[in-house]
């Protein structure tokens, strides 16, 4: 059982230059999507339970009833209030074959709670499983607990060496209380000739320019500003993983993950649009966590940090200025405390001293480092002994925005939460600390603070959020009121248990919070791994006069909005018509997917580094969204094309 095959990856999940060139050069012919149809008994529970076994551990949690029905005139539903055991459906076992691709497609929705899942499961002629998470090759989707309307949810997987049945497992988590319907299961079998034509469509999108037509409109109904778009390279879309964009003088740096998930670094001189590439050697797996961090220090040599999740080190220098060819990899930068690393991050002190930071540990158990880097000798050192945050071996601090914040004032600013365990509903205590050259920390009070930071810290809590009390790491930003006071702008659960935002500043000795918006929808996250936010609350700042915070809701909708000064109430969405010229709405266009791909989204990343005054440039890409850090439960996407989107200020 060991050396089972993960079921999940297929040979195709990245398609690497070779793989593209044979999926372009497919015929067109017969694209539609090939597949036969297994029969699966009871699909949509139209007979009640027959076709399905249900154990008596499922203590009667799954029940077929006409209110749970998508189609006909029933459905399941799961109606989990136990923390201490889950549900158990199992769907009659179908013949299959190793080597053969299944789908698995049904309709689900939960309407309170979360913690559903469902399993595509294979079996030897025994009808052992041999795909299982103590395996480590499950092959699951989880529903998603957003609204309460039906969503079509599809995977698949290939079926190993010794499969002789397929089914079907119904189970809701065992420590979530959960209320979910589903119906209409359907298994088909998967024509991989088919599937390669199909995608052979979908990558010939992914090439074609974005439309001149489209730009031209949108310059000339904005004489503020001038939009260009141009095509970088094809890069891997199968996961969303972080990419970086670095303008310094005259020369502009990328790096991302190739169709063949090496990360690659890129430079082009600004101006031009060639680039040059350098493929390192460092290959990506599954792991959102996983981005790429670029910095040039004081001499004008490229450092590039990533790849890592509580994993060695991954770290490149170049040798020559400005020159991507002479990166080479260094597996050490002090040789302390470097085998598990996450979340690299660079910075440039006032001094132009080149600072590195990083989490040493893990989601249960984390301390955080800074290096600084001697141009002179070429070494790194410690910018001071011992971490800024020590987990004490039970938990770990979680920085917002991954570290220090350079504000307006010239001070860089710190909030973070603290997380119990590697689930994400565990973080709780939003706090805060400064420092001018991230060596001596103070308290909002200007008290010295004694590294490292920990639990106990005095003076340091902004707001006692308890665990499970709706806040995330990630929300938290810090931003300037417009008379210049502190203001920390962040989300947790009310009263009611809704999700909220609410905006904290020091006043008189003492930390108000102030609840600022009034929603009526709850973010109910839970569990390890990456996860899509639901909600996203920027910084408090001014854009041209106006005092808000770009918000990202899954409900209410994005875009800039208003805070009142006085009392902090959140207020109404600036139209994009009023925004300035580096915050105006782009073509509707660049929002959607381009690919004909299910499930595609829009990926951002924005310069990092110092454009020219009156330039604004951004990365875009398309890919599938975060899976928890899992391989993708449905056919891979072919490349997507990285893309450059740039504003530029016209003058008046």
């Not at 119990?420 to 060596?439: F, G, I, M, P, Q």
């Not at 854009?543 to 009142?564: E, N, Q, S, V």
């Amino acid at each position: 059982m060991k050396n089972l095959p993960i079921l999940m990856c297929k040979p195709r999940l990245c398609l690497n230059a070779g793989l593209l060139s044979v999926f372009l050069s497919l015929p067109l012919s017969g694209v539609a999507q090939e597949t036969s149809l297994t029969p699966l008994p009871n699909a949509g529970f139209e007979n009640g339970l027959e076709g399905w076994t249900r154990p008596t551990s499922d203590q009667g949690m799954s029940t077929v009833t006409s209110g749970a029905a998508h189609s006909g005139t029933a459905g399941l539903r799961v109606a989990d209030a136990s923390t201490q055991g889950g549900s158990e459906l199992v769907s009659t076992l179908v013949p299959a074959a190793a080597g053969q691709t299944y789908r698995l497609k049904f309709w689900g929705r939960i309407t309170s709670g979360n913690g559903m899942a469902v399993f595509l499961v294979f079996y030897n002629a025994s009808r052992q499983p041999l795909n299982a998470q103590k395996y480590g090759n499950e092959i699951v989707t989880t529903l998603e607990s957003r609204f309460p309307e039906w969503k079509p949810y599809e995977m698949e997987g290939i079926a190993p060496e010794g499969t002789a049945y397929v089914g079907v497992r119904v189970h809701s988590i065992v420590a979530k209380e959960v209320v979910a319907e589903l119906d209409d299961f359907s298994l088909e079998q998967v024509d991989r000739e088919a599937e390669a034509r199909r995608l052979a469509v979908i990558a010939r999108e992914q090439l074609e320019p974005f439309p001149a037509t489209v730009i031209k409109q949108w310059n000339q109904s904005h004489p503020e500003a001038t939009l260009a778009v141009s095509d970088i390279t094809p890069v891997c879309a199968d996961f969303r993983v972080g990419f970086a964009l670095l303008t310094d003088g005259d020369w502009q740096y990328i790096g991302f993950y190739n169709p063949e998930r090496q990360m690659t670094i890129g430079r082009r001189h600004l101006g031009e649009n060639a680039w040059e590439f350098k493929v390192l050697p460092s290959k990506v797996g599954y792991d959102n966590h996983n981005f790429i961090a670029l910095a040039l220090d004081a001499d004008g040599c490229l450092h590039v940090s990533g790849n890592m999740h509580a994993q060695p080190l991954v770290y490149f220098r170049a040798s020559v200025p400005y020159d991507i060819q002479s990166l080479e990899p260094i597996n050490t930068m002090t040789g302390k405390a470097e085998d598990r690393v996450t979340y690299p991050r660079f910075y440039t002190l006032a001094d132009g001293r080149l600072v590195y930071s990083y989490r040493q540990g893990a989601s249960d158990d984390g301390k955080m480092y800074f290096n600084v880097y001697d141009t002179q000798t070429q070494r790194w050192s410690r910018l001071f002994e011992g971490p800024l945050f020590d987990g004490e071996g039970t938990r770990n601090a979680y920085p917002i925005q991954l570290g220090p914040v350079l504000g307006e004032d010239g001070t860089f600013h710190l909030s973070w939460v603290w997380r119990e365990e590697r689930y994400c509903e565990t973080n709780h205590d939003l706090s805060y600390a400064r420092s001018r050259d991230l060596k001596h920390w103070e308290t909002v009070s200007g008290d010295p603070i004694e590294l490292p930071l920990t639990v106990d810290t005095p003076g340091v809590v902004v707001d006692p959020v308890p665990v499970r009390g709706g806040i995330i790491n990630g929300t938290g930003q810090v931003g300037f009121a417009p008379d210049g006071e502190l203001t920390i702008a962040y989300h947790k659960y009310d009263a009611d248990g809704n999700t909220q935002m609410y905006i904290a500043q020091f006043k008189d000795g003492a930390w108000i919070h102030t609840q600022a918006s009034d929603w009526d929808y709850r973010w109910d996250f839970f569990g390890d791994g990456s996860i899509p936010f639901e909600v996203f609350i920027g910084k408090p700042q001014v854009i041209d006069g106006k005092f808000g915070a770009f918000i990202r809701h899954i409900k209410y909708g994005d875009g800039f909005y208003l805070i009142d000064p006085q009392t902090l109430q959140l207020g109404e969405r600036v139209p994009g018509s009023e925004m300035p010229w580096d915050n105006l709405p782009l073509p509707a266009q660049l929002y959607e997917a381009k690919s004909s791909f299910p499930g595609m989204q829009v990926n951002w990343t924005q310069d990092l580094g110092n454009p020219p005054a009156g330039v604004r440039d951004m990365l875009r890409w398309e890919s599938l969204p975060t899976n928890r850090d899992k391989p993708p439960t449905q056919s891979p996407p072919p490349p997507s094309m990285l893309r450059l989107v740039s504003l530029k200020k016209n003058e008046s």
